[in-house]
Every structure is written in C-alpha cells, then in structure tokens.
C-alpha cells in the first residue's frame, strides 16, 4: 500500500508557477509526492524546504542538495524560514488533513476502521491524546468541540454519553469509542463517526489555529506574485483559507485605507475553489473532499478585485 497518493497534483504544481531557480515550501511534506514534483522543475539554483511534524515522513525524504526537510509543525514557518536565512520565498503549499499513512496506521488512531489506542496526534511527542479530550474534558466542553469542529446534531446526547461511561471505565480503546458512538449516533453511520472523528482531530492537533498562524506567516514571506496554493478537506478549513485569501485575516473583513482604497494582499488564481476530477476521486477515493483554493501574493495589496 502507498504511504499516501498526492491529491490534484498537476493542478497544484501548476498553480505554483515555479520558476526553476526559486525558494519553494511544501508544508505537509508527509510521502514527498508534492516535492519530488516541484523539485523536477527546479534548477540546480532552485530550493525547497519540506515541513513536516510526523516522524514517519523523515522516511520519504529525498536525496537532493536543494532539498532541506524541516521536523516542525508548519505554524512555525517564519521561525524556521528566518533560521536559514530565507526573507522571502516564491510559492508556498499546503495539502492539509491526514496522510493515508496515517489513517491506515492502526496505532495512530485516526480510523475507526482499526482497534488500537485514541490517539490521532498528528506528533507523537504531543501530551495531549484525544483518548485525554474524552477522560478530562467537562461535558460542555465536549458539547463545544463536536458542534465546532465536528457539526455533530447531537453533541449533547454524545457528551453526556461519553461522560457516563467513563465514570464506569476510561476510555482507552477504538472499540470502545466505536460501540459508544454506535450507541449515540443519528442517521449514516460512516458520516457521523467521520464528523466525531474530525472534531476529536481538529482539538487535539489545534488545526484550526495552526492553520491561522501559517496563513499568516505566509503572506509576510511571499514575494510579490508568489503564489499561495492550499488543498484543504473540510468546510471549516476551506473557510479560513477563503478568509486569508480574500482578506489577509481570519474574519474575512476586507479593510480600507484613508482614502478608501481597498486592502487585499492575494489576486485569485482559482475561481472558486477546484475540485477533483470524477477520474482521480475513482482513482483515489480520499480526493472526493479536496478543495483547491489558490492565490497571488500582491506586496502592495491594492486590487480591482470586487
């Protein structure tokens, strides 16, 4: 089985519009399908610089002079690009969720496919496991996070469940979250369970604000027409990076000057956001929740753009 099959890759190689001797970042490195791309259209004075967190990416890294992998998570972006001397780079890419490594790994707890422990840390050096978001969380608390991140329609039902059951035993293992959910969900199986899932994922690795610190780390480091590309898979991230593109901020508020010239840092590439293909999603099943948003960094963010 492949660690993981890159999604829309022409579409993102393409939307990077590398130039072969520029600074490159793909900050989901996970197998290295993106950056063995991006590192073809490089040339010898070319540079890409691949982040990623999980210890199991470190296996995919290629043996190439330009390349520099960084074990970090992506939200230190700027602390990593300063450290080697990098003010500003030329594209940045984001492929973001869970590699099929990941949910085919039994032990990393992101599939409820697998028994093995609650875990889903996307970082393994992490405390915090989503077995813990279940033991210590109050009720509201877990109310709050699967109707944020999960649009759970029960949470209520879900929380107070989950509170009683480890009032009689920790819950520790798959099984015994898959049998409570199986107890507490409403309609489709597969689509509840994914909705608990993401919401467990989201609070564990705090995807959501991770993803609004790089947003912003990317717009200070991109060079003018640097090009911004992001494949998200969820609504609430697909959401965010609507907001940056069109704003600069997570609010999506777009500000004015004195003289009411509007600020806007990115020129859309994408007219809207892209999907794949009904020819890839057959080939790769994980492709049918992709969203492609990408963009155009414009240093003095004046735009026509309505």
């Known amino acids: 089985m492949e660690y993981h099959v890159p999604v829309m890759l022409e579409e993102c190689i393409q939307g990077l519009n590398i130039k072969p001797d520029g600074i490159y970042v793909d900050v989901t490195f996970g197998a290295g399908g993106h950056s063995r791309s991006i590192l073809k259209s490089l040339n010898a004075k070319g540079r890409l610089l691949g982040f990623d967190q999980d210890d199991d990416a470190i296996e995919n890294v290629p043996n190439d002079d330009r390349f520099t992998f960084v074990k970090a998570n992506f939200k230190f972006l700027d602390?990593?690009?300063d450290y080697y001397g990098i003010k500003k780079v030329d594209?940045?890419?984001a492929d973001l969720g869970v590699s099929s490594h990941q949910l085919d790994e039994g032990s990393r707890g992101f599939s409820f496919r697998f028994e093995g422990p609650i875990d889903m840390r996307m970082n393994r050096f992490v405390k915090q496991t989503a077995a813990d978001v279940l033991n210590t969380y109050s009720e509201s608390h877990l109310v709050e996070v699967f109707s944020k991140y999960g649009q759970v329609?029960?949470?209520?039902?879900?929380a107070g469940n989950?509170?009683?059951e480890r009032n009689q035993i920790p819950l520790t293992s798959m099984?015994?979250?898959t049998e409570l959910l199986d107890k507490s969900r409403r309609g489709e199986r597969a689509k509840y369970f994914a909705q608990v899932f993401q919401a467990l994922r989201v609070e564990v690795n705090q995807e959501l604000e991770v993803l609004a610190d790089f947003l912003r780390h990317a717009t200070d480091y991109l060079n003018h027409q640097g090009r911004l590309v992001v494949m998200s898979y969820h609504s609430?991230?697909?959401k965010l990076v609507k907001s940056f593109m069109k704003s600069g901020n997570a609010h999506g508020k777009v500000f004015q000057d004195d003289y009411g010239k509007i600020f806007r840092p990115y020129k859309m590439i994408t007219k809207g956001v892209v999907m794949a293909s009904d020819e890839e999603i057959?080939?790769?099943n994980r492709a049918r929740s992709a969203r492609l948003r990408i963009a155009e960094r414009?240093?003095?963010g004046n735009s026509s753009n309505k």
């Open 79 to 81: 602390r990593y690009l």
């Open 298 to 300: 414009r240093i003095d």
């Open 153 to 158: 329609r029960n949470s209520k039902t879900l």
């Open 91 to 93: 594209g940045i890419l």
């Open 236 to 238: 609430l991230e697909d």
């Open 175 to 177: 099984g015994q979250l």
């Open 162 to 164: 989950i509170v009683e």
């Open 282 to 284: 057959k080939r790769n």
